[in-house]
């Protein structure tokens, strides 16, 4: 009976029920869809920052992480393979590199850049050097002169491909070493600051420009989904000598992607509740004002020798129904915004500065996910009912007097 009679109440002033409902699912739609927006924004920029020369796990020589000069590098790169090859799951892909801090110069101009030696092909499947190039060439194995630089970094010196740039780098020896590259092809990157600061020569330049026969920087190391970074971090750090080498997985590399990621999850439920308070109000106001304009109805139930419980219930009942068709449409309306922008993702390359400041990539990819779908739909209905327990019991203390003086 109680089903009943909410039902046909909340449909007795049907524009104050859609008034209602409509604060319930712009409240649902905007918890969804924001929350899909940050996290198709996080994983996005969790994959940039995998993708941008750091790997899911690095391979570095022991004093590297804190003091990262040439001196500090891999003597014996091949036995560091051996390892890897025993011990990381079957279908994992790595690759050697030289990174050096260096200068890049022309006949106008000159910065300071990351020079970073590659194997062409193995770079190619382990970082986002490996799409497609904007412009020109990608390296040929062994390319003596070769170089790759980021269209940023072309515009900023006005050069174009086929011009020469000059790198000059410290070499194992403490001199200067000084070496002439010919730009044959322009990468792009989903931040400008990326294309500024790394040029890509071959790792056989590099050695030889630096000296530094055999020896490497670096060992990159790409898992296949669903491997345990920890576990596979720590047998790394098992087989290898730790007086030799430091393994460090992406938690490490990118401390602060990372504490972001993990503080992720409060920062939705707080936005979640700040949406349910601007919500609230609203369910507590039209709620409030409904019972006023049935309160000689109420008192009237009173006279009747209807219980201050049972008309609680009545009230809650309608409140009930009110929040379960708000959120089936918030969900229904979120879901359809989510599916309609995530193949082709939300641009925001006009923000691209502001975007760039705070490490936003240019496209966010909405992402929805169960969890997030859930909270949000416990947050409005849970304390939805919580709101409207004022105003039920608002109606359970009218008297029959005070209904009949009522106007």
């Not at 604060?23 to 924004?41: N, P, T």
């Not at 920029?45 to 899911?56: K, R, W």
């Amino acid at each position: 009976m109680y089903l009943q009679l909410a039902w046909r109440n909340i449909w007795r002033n049907p524009r104050r029920t859609a008034v209602i409902m409509l604060a319930i699912i712009v409240g649902v739609w905007s918890m969804i869809f924001l929350g899909a927006f940050m996290r198709g924004m996080l994983v996005v920029m969790v994959d940039n920052g995998i993708a941008t020369l750091t790997g899911h796990i690095q391979v570095l020589q022991k004093d590297y992480p804190d003091d990262p000069a040439i001196d500090n590098s891999i003597r014996d790169p091949d036995q560091v393979e051996r390892v890897l090859r025993d011990n990381l799951p079957i279908g994992s892909r790595w690759t050697a590199r030289v990174r050096v801090n260096a200068i890049a110069a022309n006949a106008r101009h000159s910065t300071g850049i990351t020079m970073v030696g590659i194997e062409p092909a193995r770079e190619a499947a382990v970082s986002f050097i490996g799409q497609p190039i904007y412009q020109g060439r990608f390296l040929k194995k062994n390319d003596p002169t070769g170089i790759l630089v980021g269209r940023a970094l072309l515009d900023e010196f006005g050069t174009k491909p086929g011009r020469k740039l000059i790198l000059m780098s410290q070499d194992t020896t403490g001199e200067i070493a000084s070496r002439a590259f010919r730009i044959v092809g322009v990468f792009r990157a989903e931040l400008e600051a990326t294309e500024k600061q790394f040029v890509f020569i071959t790792i056989t330049a590099a050695r030889k420009m630096l000296r530094m026969g055999s020896a490497i920087s670096e060992i990159a190391v790409i898992l296949p989904p669903g491997q345990d970074l920890a576990a596979v971090t720590d047998r790394l750090r098992a087989v290898l000598p730790a007086d030799d080498y430091a393994v460090r997985n992406w938690h490490q590399l990118l401390p602060m992607l990372y504490a972001y990621l993990e503080m992720f999850d409060m920062y939705t439920y707080i936005w979640f509740l700040v949406v349910f308070v601007a919500m609230g109000f609203g369910i507590v106001n039209s709620t409030l004002m409904a019972v006023y304009e049935r309160m000689r109805e109420f008192g009237l139930l009173k006279a009747l020798g209807q219980r201050p419980g049972r008309i609680i219930i009545g009230v809650l009942t309608e409140t009930f129904f009110i929040l379960v068709l708000g959120l089936l449409a918030g969900n229904l309306l979120g879901l359809i915004s989510v599916a309609a922008l995530a193949p082709a993702g939300i641009d925001l390359s006009a923000l691209a500065a502001g975007a760039e400041y705070a490490g936003m990539p240019r496209v966010i990819h909405p992402v929805l996910n169960g969890r997030d779908l859930m909270v949000a739909d416990l947050v409005v209905f849970v304390l939805g009912l919580l709101v409207a327990v004022y105003p039920a019991i608002k109606a359970a203390r009218f008297t029959p007097v005070e209904a009949m003086m009522h106007n």
